[in-house]
């Protein structure tokens, strides 16, 4: 990149001090949340991105300099552009599951399907995809995730979304084809659930793990010097008592020689 090209120092600083601004309004808005899900909160935290973003290139392109900061979806995530205070609201929600134990599910299918008293007497049940339908008609889905054990699931991922829109959607409008017409700039927040986010936990409950097998390394080095210890004290004491069995029978000896002698006399 040639000088000209470059970002004056003061755009690098005006670009600090935008970061400032940002991270003033981001804890601002944090302080004032109204709950979990609260749109203000959101929009700092885009501005907050957006900004440390601007930052970060117009360090490295006047200084060859980065920042240690690194925001979670900035990149992914486009800035929210929907209406302020959104008249409608769409919640998508998509969870994978495994069937791990087959008969469990077909059990609980059963169950329900012995008794439900408008049963046709066709055994629905008798299959999977059968016993799925059954399981899925008889609880909510919030039901399920919490109960997914229960009925022979394994949980995978899952996500939700929720989407602002400026009027509720016509009845049956999107019912062929539910996720097709989301707008990702109208996403207000999400919530993802996966295993390789464990994965930076696994590795350090395995280094916890390793760092507990050391310090019952060391525990039982120290029971080892411990029972030597009292080994040898225990040798020390036996020592002394034979000693002082000794001396005692010398000492009976010696008298029972001294009663002789008088004796003869």
Not at 35 to 54: I, K
Request: charged share 40%.
């Amino acid at each position: 990149m040639s000088d000209a090209a470059q970002p004056t120092a003061a755009e690098v600083r005006a670009a600090a001090e935008a970061v400032k601004t940002a991270l003033d309004r981001h804890l601002a808005a944090v302080e004032r949340r109204s709950g979990e899900d609260d749109p203000a909160v959101y929009e700092a935290f885009n501005q907050l991105a957006a900004a440390a973003e601007a930052y970060d290139e117009l360090l490295y392109d006047r200084y060859d300099e980065v920042t240690p900061f690194e925001i979670p979806g900035a990149e992914d995530t486009p800035p929210y552009t929907g209406p302020e205070e959104p008249n409608a609201l769409s919640v998508l929600i998509r969870r994978d599951y495994a069937v791990v134990e087959p008969q469990r599910l077909l059990a609980q299918a059963q169950r329900i399907e012995a008794a439900d008293d408008e049963a046709d007497g066709a055994e629905v049940s008798a299959s999977v995809h059968g016993a799925l339908g059954i399981l899925f008609g008889e609880f909510e889905p919030d039901e399920i995730a919490s109960r997914h054990k229960e009925f022979g699931l394994e949980e995978g991922d899952s996500t939700l979304w929720v989407t602002a829109a400026d009027d509720p959607a016509e009845p049956g409008e999107w019912l062929e084809a539910p996720f097709d017409q989301v707008d990702p700039q109208r996403v207000v927040c999400r919530f993802d659930v996966s295993a390789v986010f464990d994965d930076d936990v696994e590795d350090i409950e395995d280094a916890e793990d390793v760092d507990d097998i050391e310090d019952i390394e060391d525990i039982e080095d120290i029971d080892e010097e411990v029972d030597v210890e009292a080994d040898q004290d225990l040798d020390d004491e036996l020592d002394t008592d034979l000693d002082e069995d000794e001396d005692d029978e010398g000492e009976d000896e010696a008298g029972d020689d001294l009663e002789r002698l008088d004796a003869d006399r």
